[in-house]
């Protein structure tokens, strides 16, 4: 009995770690100087969503216990976003149905982004990632490259490489790296 607590102890620790990790990525500063991700709640949203859909992508892919860690990562970032909304002073009744809202969305972040990586598809994904990241017409075409590198460095890791090293994510070029 008592072994099964420090078990889920360490668990929870492990997807903790993780979930950092991904949330530093998310908040890499070139990625709203160079890339155009907004710097405001909503554009960090956008980021955040976006780098848990890259990683659960990749664990998703592993064998088991993979699939359970991208579970455990994904309630890790849907516990923060609710936290997140109480720090704001968001009032305890209106919490769930923003929650709703923000579910909604991320979820159709993960099944259009998901199409457009799985097909290769740059222009759907820079499309998709200009309508939901900046909220226009404009593909986002730095971004959609940011994430198909992303996704392909992701992919040279198995899930000890991701627990004990962390996520790797492509360093976004500030405007003096740019040519």
Known sequence: MIFGYFRKNRQRRVIATLY??????????????????????????????????????R???LPPPAPDVAGDLTDAFFRD????????????????KRMKRLAESFF???????????????????????RN???DEA???????????????????DLTALLERGPVFPHPKTPEEMP
């Open 20 to 57: 950092e990790q991904v949330a530093t990525a998310a908040r890499a500063a070139a990625l709203y100087t160079s890339l155009g991700v907004p710097d405001t709640i909503e554009g960090r949203f956008e980021a955040l969503s976006l780098h848990i859909i890259l990683t659960v992508r």
């Open 59 to 61: 664990l998703q892919a």
């Open 81 to 96: 976003l609710d936290a997140s909304l109480r720090e704001m002073g968001v009032g305890d009744m209106a919490v769930p």
């Open 108 to 130: 159709g972040r993960v099944k259009a982004y998901g199409a457009a990586l799985d097909g290769g598809d740059e222009a759907s994904l820079a499309g998709a990632l200009g």
């Open 133 to 135: 990241v900046r909220g």
């Open 139 to 157: 593909p986002a075409h730095d971004l959609a490259r940011y994430s198909m590198a992303a996704e392909r460095e992701l992919a040279q890791l």
